[in-house]
């Protein structure tokens, strides 16, 4: 590696609509080096990567490129300059070949025509392949590939119009073990040809294996830089979360030993679950479930719920081991589930309030003849909102014209209904104001009060350590640790789910 | 007192937007067609139009279900044919009226669910399920019979399609509108059609709110089947004799009359009313030109025509 900076940004400042999404950036990348972006979500990370490929344009600051001044004006400026960005969504077409995808829109030979020469197509191919070491044939279908050789085709496809430097954001979302190998290989192998990289993970572990520096970000600002040989965990935890944060708490943290076991899992894993699970969590207990994106968090929730088949150990209810075979099953047990999104999972939008909040108990609001009345159901929905303080609160309104935070509550007020035992929440308070989100633990609190059992999935830790009695974490589809609120801070649960000590 | 007014006024609206533009397009046809012809506005005309539209009406309640469910039923035609020689079979060999209807509705059945366990269990697209079926339906039919109609069915039979209720109204219409009504409690005022406008608005939220999404819709394609086995029934009736050959383009007609009504192919979307409408709307093209003696090759080209013209005015009449 030399000492050339292939690309600097100096003062990079973005804001959208008043609010600083950038706040100053210094970036430095050095030419053949790999370099990782790190931070928490909303650090400023993906619009940094976005002004790389103009996607948008800074409000100040400079861009230089191998020492020129420079204005990226759209991505195919961006491509044309020789940045490129892997992104984790394929922009391969499935039904081609490796070397028709590699070269698609850039074919080396046309003739008059407008055909393309196939065999130059395949040889061109076959040379680039070899270069890099890729062990793929020109002559595969790209759908036939696993997600780790698509994602080396769509490198190399970056490659072929000349890139030099790449963007690869979270490259390893959903590959397993060997493929993480051999795109690491690969990486290895782009570096000798001088190839630059900017590497963006949640996974410190990956981090450490294929980079040589890091930036860290926070709040818009690159808070520190590393060299990754001399750099520790703990010095990337606290420059990523800055300072130990204080969370003021919503109910005093109970110890639930001796309490009844609500729910157990043993060895309890589904279809969509990478490896089982136990735990128990017992009655009037609130018990959160964090991890980074991507943990299986949401996973795990849906199959306790029973919304994915169950393919091995035990899941128990009071003690007694239950069987799920879908959703409507669990409704005999007293369980609800409040899906993390609400707007696809929770909601149907183009329905009322009301609509919404009686769907899963319609028999409540149906006579003897099994005709629905709708005063029943006013009555029912505007009980439940009250409770859930909505705002505006008219349950005749549209769910999809409500805020986000109403929503929110209207799924909840939905399953509250039910007067449910167990209650399984997936991000309950994503992406709503601080006002609903108050509510909501509100809501939870009270219920733990009242002896029911809550299970939180949630990435907020500060919001785990807020309101919950116990903390799991996950980390890759397992769980790795176990908390007791009182001994837990973000910065140990977030060493622990970043996946500093689950190397598998 | 004053208070109740407000509110039934209030929900008198309500139907009035929701429908309104429809029956503005029906009255509007029925205005053109009086104008141009001395045989339309005439009583027995108008109830003649309530029975020819019977047949599409009864399948439509069927397909509104399987539509609302987010689905599709191509098979109609050939289903509603495929009862009618049952039934026809079926009474010249056993001789009796009523073991004939139940093998029509028997088989009505049986399509219902063979169609609604090919889409949900496995997991075949419904467009291409009863793009099959229709064929294969049809070609049933055709075997069956050798092509040939069966005749010469029991005269009492013919209540059905060709009586009249009262010496006036036909007793197809009675049948039909007595289906109408039943739907429409079903799917307003019962959590039946609730669910099913669930599943086709968002499938995943109806899953999660512990609906049986599959036993639901194996549900609206057995009512569909079944619609069509009455449908059939009236036919045959109507003739005295089972064509195998009969209701040939009918899921078009009836399909028709679902899109005008407002509901969404996508699912979710749609009324009873407003298919009400939509069918005798589709009947009232059909009669008024089959009046102005205008060609069949013509009558389709004019049906599309207003269809699509029906359905943009209707759309505008919604964004406002």
Redesign the interface.
């Known amino acids: 590696m030399n000492e050339e900076l292939i690309l600097s940004l100096r003062g990079i400042e973005k804001s959208f609509g008043g609010v600083h999404a950038l706040n100053g950036v210094d970036f430095e990348l050095r030419r053949g080096e790999v370099h990782a972006l790190l931070g928490e979500n909303g650090a400023g990370k993906s619009t940094l990567i976005k002004i790389l490929t103009g996607v948008h344009r800074p409000d100040t600051g400079e861009i230089l490129l191998r020492g020129n001044p420079v204005t990226i004006a759209d991505p195919i400026d961006a491509r044309r300059r020789g940045i490129a960005a892997i992104y984790q969504e394929l922009s391969l077409i499935d039904t081609l070949t490796v070397a028709e995808n590699i070269f698609l829109g850039n074919e080396p030979v046309v003739t008059p025509l407008g055909v393309s020469r196939t065999r130059q197509l395949y040889a061109d191919s076959e040379a680039f392949l070899k270069r890099f070491g890729i062990a793929i044939s020109s002559h595969a279908v790209v759908g036939d590939l696993g997600l780790g050789q698509k994602r080396v085709i769509e490198i190399v496809k970056a490659l072929a119009i000349n890139a030099e430097i790449l963007l690869l954001d979270e490259p390893t979302t959903g590959m397993s073990r060997a493929e993480i190998d051999t795109l690491f290989g690969i990486m290895a192998s782009l570096k000798e040809k001088n190839v630059t990289m900017i590497y963006i993970s949640h996974y410190l572990d990956e981090v450490f294996r294929c980079c040589d520096r890091a930036t860290v970000f926070r709040d818009g600002r690159n808070v520190g830089r590393f060299q990754m040989a001399a750099a520790t965990v703990p010095e990337l935890v606290r420059a990523m979360i800055g300072h130990t944060v204080s969370g003021e708490r919503y109910r005093p943290a109970q110890t639930a030993d001796g309490a009844e076991t609500v729910i157990e899992a043993r060895w309890f894993q589904s279809a969509v679950m990478r490896h089982p699970v136990s735990f128990r969590v017992g009655r009037g207990e609130i018990v959160g479930f964090t991890g980074i994106v991507g943990a299986g968090k949401s996973e795990l929730a849906g199959s306790l719920?029973g919304?994915h088949r169950k393919t091995g150990g035990e899941l128990l209810l009071h003690g007694k081991p239950v069987r799920f075979r879908?959703?409507?099953d669990?409704?005999a047990y007293g369980m609800a589930?409040i899906?993390e999104d609400r707007k696809?999972?929770?909601?149907?939008?183009?329905?009322s309030v009301e609509?919404n909040i009686v769907?899963?108990h319609?028999?409540q609001i149906?006579n003897r003849l099994?005709?629905?009345i709708s005063r029943k159901k006013r009555a029912i929905a505007q009980r439940m909102g009250e409770r859930v303080r909505l705002q505006p609160p008219d349950v005749r309104m549209k769910a999809g014209n409500l805020s986000g935070g109403n929503q929110q509550k209207v799924v909840l007020g939905?399953w509250l209904t039910a007067e449910p035992d167990i209650i399984l929440l997936d991000e309950p308070t994503r992406g709503i104001d601080i006002g609903a989100k108050a509510e909501i633990y509100r809501l939870m609190t009270q219920m733990a009060d009242a002896g029911k059992t809550v299970l939180v999935f949630s990435s907020e830790m500060e919001e785990l350590l807020s309101i919950c009695d116990r903390i799991l974490i996950l980390c890759k589809g397992g769980i790795v640790g176990e908390k007791q609120v009182g001994d837990a801070t973000v910065e140990s649960l977030l060493t622990l789910a970043l996946g500093a000590d689950c190397d598998e | 007192m004053n208070n109740q007014t407000r509110t039934l006024g209030r929900k008198f609206m309500r139907f009035l937007r929701g429908e309104l533009g429809l029956l503005l397009i029906l009255l509007l046809l029925c205005v053109v067609f009086a104008y141009v012809s001395p045989y339309f506005m005439v009583e027995r005309n108008l109830l003649n139009i309530t029975r020819q539209v019977s047949i599409v009406l009864t399948v439509a309640m069927g397909m509104l279900c399987v539509i609302l469910s987010g689905e599709i039923d191509l098979s109609v035609g050939s289903t509603a044919a495929l009862c009618g020689v049952a039934a026809a079979w079926g009474m010249k060999t056993t001789g009796n009226i009523w073991l004939g209807i139940g093998l029509a509705l028997g088989l009505g059945l049986l399509v219902g669910i063979i169609n609604g366990t090919l889409v949900v269990y496995a997991r075949i697209p419904s467009f291409i399920v009863t793009l099959a079926t229709m064929g294969i339906l049809r070609g049933v039919c055709m075997v069956w019979t050798n092509g040939k109609p069966i005749s010469n069915l029991p005269e009492s039979f013919s209540v059905l399609g060709a009586g009249y209720v009262l010496n006036i109204i036909p007793v197809a219409t009675v049948v039909s509108l007595l289906l109408v009504a039943v739907f429409y409690?079903m799917l307003q005022?019962?959590?039946h059609g609730?669910?099913i406008k669930?599943i086709g608005?968002?499938r995943?939220?109806?899953?999660?709110?512990?609906?049986?999404v599959d036993r639901y819709k194996v549900l609206v394609f057995v009512a569909a089947g079944l619609m069509c086995a009455i449908g059939g029934l009236i036919t045959t009736s109507k003739l005295l004799s089972a064509q195998p050959t009969a209701n040939v383009g009918l899921e078009m007609d009836v399909l028709s009359g679902v899109i005008l009504g407002g509901a969404s192919l996508s699912g979710?979307?749609g009324t009873v009313v407003g298919t009400l409408l939509g069918s005798l709307t589709i009947g009232v093209i059909n009669n008024g030109l089959n009046l102005l003696n205008v060609s069949s090759y013509y009558q389709e080209i004019v049906k599309g025509i207003i269809i699509i013209f029906a359905v943009v005015i209707k759309r505008n009449k919604a964004t406002q």
């Open positions: 719920f919304a879908s959703p409507h669990t409704r589930y899906p696809s999972q929770g909601l149907i939008l183009s329905d609509d769907l899963p319609i028999e149906e099994g005709l629905l939905k | 409690v005022r019962t959590k609730t669910y669930a608005a968002n995943e939220a109806a899953t999660l709110s512990a609906i049986h979710g979307i």
